[in-house]
């Protein structure tokens, strides 16, 4: 037992021995995505010079200067790939240089330390999403800003019922992968289940064949849910053209043959936005528009009688169906947007206060 004791412990003041000893190491970066390496080495030589081997074996260098600290991470690399590197120190004595050479290999982690901060942002935020989404389930009603735009609806549509003439719905030129297409056709079920209602003709002129099919089993369904199938007219939502301006010449042509008595301009616009508005302004229809696009919202206010800006887009679902689900993700959401404001103010009233730790703690995500 004792001559056991004895190996281990010359073993270990071996290894101890040796690492005093080593000038020159490399290793992994711990807890991070596998992007970096820290060179490490020991001398007393005031200054060094580092060097890396690229694919073909040929040294490159990547450091020239003081010796402290005696440190140097080199990020940027492919994880899960070994580097080879050189420690160079100049000897004043001499013509010669020491050379020291070491390798290591990025690995690739399955927690991110550096980013713990938004993992920590996350996890609150959908906490709050599930608390609210379950308060409201239960029967909490939350309050949600009047929507001009969305109250409108009703208005536009029982103006088209009176006058006898349909309802013109663009649901942007974005496809089926844009959000606000996705928001777009959202508000279209409700508005289809209203035209419904009063037997109003609805027009859908779309882009995309996926926008088509999306568009057309809403309207369908929203039909089903007031129960007229019979009513629901497949032929109302049709395809026009993949080209934008093709697109928008004939959505005018639809507003100057049919002369609908509301339009409405939901989704993703560009640079088509203005020739719709005019169109539509020129037609006298009540209109109503909404994007997320920032660039286009001057064209839309300017031109339409209701305009959702930004976020009112993806609010309108929750805002028109008043479901739980999305009222409690709705309300989540502006948890959130609250929390990242707290958190700016905080981090400028410590930055001023003279306390770094809070930017340090959320510089490490970056």
């Known amino acids: 037992m004792k001559a056991l004791l004895l190996v281990i412990g010359l073993s270990l003041f071996s290894l101890c021995l040796f690492a005093s000893q080593q000038a020159f190491w490399v290793q992994d970066v711990p807890w991070d995505e596998g992007k970096a390496l820290t060179l490490n080495w020991h001398t007393a030589a005031d200054s060094i010079q580092l060097q890396k081997a690229d694919s073909l074996g040929v040294w490159e260098t990547i450091y020239i200067g003081s010796s402290q600290p005696p440190i140097y991470t080199d990020s940027d690399l492919t994880p899960g790939t070994n580097y080879a590197y050189r420690l160079i120190i100049p000897q004043k004595a001499t013509a010669d240089s020491l050379f020291y050479t070491a390798e ?101 002129p779309c882009r995309f064949s996926m926008v088509l099919s999306a568009a057309r089993e809403v309207v369908k369904e929203a039909y089903l849910r007031v129960g007229k199938p019979d009513a629901y007219k497949e032929d109302n939502i049709f395809y026009l053209s993949d080209d934008q301006f093709g697109y928008v010449a004939g959505i005018d042509g639809i ?68 479901d739980p689900q999305q009222l409690g993700s709705l309300k989540g959401h502006d948890f959130g947007k609250l929390l990242v404001i707290i958190l700016i103010l905080t981090g400028v009233i410590t930055e001023i206060i003279g306390w770094h730790w809070f930017k340090a703690f959320f510089e490490g995500a970056q």
């Not at 649901?171 to 079920?189: C, E, H, M, R, V």
């Not at 616009?269 to 909404?290: N, R």
């Not at 001057?298 to 609010?315: K, N, Q, R």
């Open 104 to 204: 290591a290999k990025t690995l690739e982690q399955w927690i991110y330390m550096n980013k713990l901060s938004y993992l920590l942002i996350l996890l609150v935020i959908s906490g709050a999403i599930m608390y609210y989404v379950q308060s409201a389930r239960m029967g909490k009603d939350y309050f949600i800003r009047r929507i001009g735009g969305l109250d409108s609806m009703e208005e536009a549509i029982g103006r088209a019922t009176e006058k006898g003439k349909p309802i013109l719905f663009v649901p942007g030129i974005g496809d089926l992968d844009d959000i606000q297409t996705i928001a777009s056709l959202t508000i279209l079920s409700h508005l289809a289940q209203r035209s419904a209602e009063y037997d109003t003709k609805l027009i859908v």
């Open 255 to 322: 507003m100057v043959r049919e002369q609908p008595a509301a339009n409405f301009f939901l989704g993703s616009f560009y640079a088509e936005s203005l020739i719709l508005a005019e169109t539509g302004y020129s037609t006298g229809a009540i209109q109503t528009s909404g994007t997320a696009q920032a660039s286009q919202l001057p064209f839309f206010v300017v031109s339409c009688d209701y305009t959702l800006i930004g976020e009112e887009l993806f609010a309108a679902s929750a805002y028109l169906s008043r």
